[in-house]
């Protein structure tokens, strides 16, 4: 499948999702729930704040780390947001705002143009776009 979300809008939709998760337990009233419920949003977004201000996107003032570093981390966030309500015996309010946001998360990281998790077709492979070396042993042992 070919990434279509361009990288300025991935930049700028990670500080909505940030800014969100920092606010998400008082905007959605998790503050009494447990002491996780409280915290997890409240770290992750203050990471992906600061990873957003030093990615190499359009959206970003300081340019200094990778793009595609940047969507790796925010897979490995997406995935552990998605996986601590388990982990921490959240209430179902907290639960599905854990699963959605770090849904998201990996769905934007997943589907940007210069995503690692998307492998684009190489035109200067003679085997018709195919990506893998596999295919060069047939011609390299004839």
Same mark, same amino acid.
């Not at 990434?3 to 998760?21: D, E, N």
């Not at 996107?57 to 925010?74: E, G, L």
């Not at 998360?105 to 589907?111: D, R, T, V």
């Given at each position: 499948m070919?990434?279509?979300? #361009?990288t300025?809008?991935?930049?700028?939709? @990670?500080y909505?999702?940030?800014?969100?998760?920092?606010?998400?337990? /008082?905007?959605?009233?998790?503050?009494?729930?447990? #002491?996780?419920?409280l915290?997890?949003?409240?770290? $992750?977004g /203050?990471?992906?704040l600061?990873?957003?201000i030093?990615?190499?996107?359009p959206?970003?003032?300081?340019?200094?780390?990778?793009?595609k570093?940047?969507?790796?981390?925010?897979?490995?966030?997406? $995935?552990?947001?998605?996986?601590? +309500?388990? &982990?921490?015996?959240?209430?179902p309010?907290?639960? /599905?705002?854990?699963?959605?946001?770090?849904?998201?998360?990996i769905?934007?990281?997943?589907?940007? @143009?210069? #995503?690692? $998790?998307?492998?684009?077709?190489n035109?200067?492979? +003679?085997?018709?776009? &195919?990506?893998?070396?596999?295919? &060069?042993?047939?011609?390299?042992?004839?």
């Amino acid at each position: 499948m070919k990434p279509f979300i #361009s990288t300025a809008f991935y930049g700028f939709f @990670k500080y909505i999702l940030s800014l969100t998760l920092i606010a998400s337990p /008082w905007l959605f009233n998790l503050v009494d729930i447990s #002491s996780a419920a409280l915290l997890i949003p409240i770290y $992750f977004g /203050w990471l992906l704040l600061i990873m957003n201000i030093f990615a190499d996107t359009p959206a970003s003032p300081i340019r200094q780390f990778p793009i595609k570093m940047n969507m790796v981390a925010d897979v490995i966030f997406g $995935f552990f947001l998605m996986v601590s +309500p388990y &982990l921490y015996t959240f209430s179902p309010k907290a639960h /599905w705002l854990e699963l959605i946001l770090g849904g998201l998360l990996i769905f934007l990281a997943n589907f940007t @143009k210069g #995503s690692p $998790f998307l492998t684009e077709a190489n035109d200067a492979l +003679p085997e018709g776009q &195919l990506t893998s070396t596999d295919s &060069l042993e047939g011609r390299l042992n004839n």
